[in-house]
Nanobody, 116 residues
Framework: VPLVESGGGSVQSGGSLRLSCAASGFTFIDYQMAWFRQAPGKERERVAIIGRDGSTAYADSVKGRFTISRDNAKMTLYLQMNSLKSDDTAMYYC???????????WGLGTQVTVSS
């Protein structure tokens, strides 16, 4: 499996979690990476993206609370999530792709549940 997420769990509102996404089988540094999430009955939402050069962008709903980062040497993507809210409850997925190509991978997801 090219991408494997971990770090999800149950946490109280205001708490923190750090998600990890371990990559294998492809040239990690060539790929843009992102975290997506999907809650039951809702569309999948892109939470944060990080480019090959380390540039980042966030959904308005998580700005100032979440931080995306990547360790190219470890071939791992991270999502630090602070000040969690019940609205952050969802399955979180990591994705990797090369722009302009059909090279794209998805992880199987890790569940995050925030209780108020």
């Amino acid at each position: 499996v090219p991408l494997v997420e971990s770090g999800g769990g149950s946490v109280q509102s205001g708490g923190s979690l750090r998600l990890s996404c371990a990559a294998s089988g492809f040239t990690f540094i060539d790929y843009q990476m992102a975290w997506f999430r999907q809650a039951p009955g809702k569309e999948r939402e892109r939470v944060a993206i990080i480019g090959r050069d380390g540039s980042t962008a966030y959904a308005d709903s998580v700005k100032g609370r979440f931080t995306i980062s990547r360790d190219n040497a470890k071939m791992t993507l991270y999502l630090q999530m602070n000040s969690l809210k019940s609205d952050d409850t969802a399955m979180y997925y990591c994705a990797a792709w090369v722009c302009g190509t059909e090279k794209k991978y998805w992880g199987l997801g890790t569940q995050v549940t925030v209780s108020s």
